[in-house]
């Protein structure tokens, strides 16, 4: 059973940064495909913040270069670096793994910016 489990979530005031985490237990990271979603309050939709491809291609919504997103395959996990955060970037931030055994979810971590 695959697992994937986030961490690093909190409060962070404007202009601030946060590290998050998403282990996975149960499928390795090569060759999959991972993602970081964020649900903002009030949405019912979970958006895509941030994707990587077999550790090579990547893929960010956000276009002004706030956002890193990286996997250690000795760890086997995925992390997003968010900087200069902003009040707007508030919301459930979700981890996504399509393995060859199939797609998973995490349980969300929150992440809420304010003074």
């Known amino acids: 059973q695959v697992q994937l489990v986030e961490s690093g979530g909190g409060l962070v005031q404007p202009g601030g940064s946060l590290n998050l985490s998403c282990v996975v237990s149960g499928a390795f990271l090569r060759n999959s495909f991972m993602a970081w979603y964020r649900q903002a309050p009030g949405e019912q939709r979970r958006e895509l913040v941030a994707s990587i491809t077999s550790g090579r291609s990547i893929y960010y919504v956000d276009r002004k270069g706030r956002l890193t997103i990286s996997e250690d395959n000795a760890k086997n996990a995925v992390y997003l670096q968010m900087n200069e955060v902003e009040v707007e970037d508030t919301a459930v931030y979700y981890c996504?793994?399509?393995?060859?055994?199939?797609?998973?979810w995490g349980q969300g971590t929150q992440v809420t910016v304010s003074s």
């Open positions: 996504y793994g399509n393995f060859p055994s199939g797609a998973s």
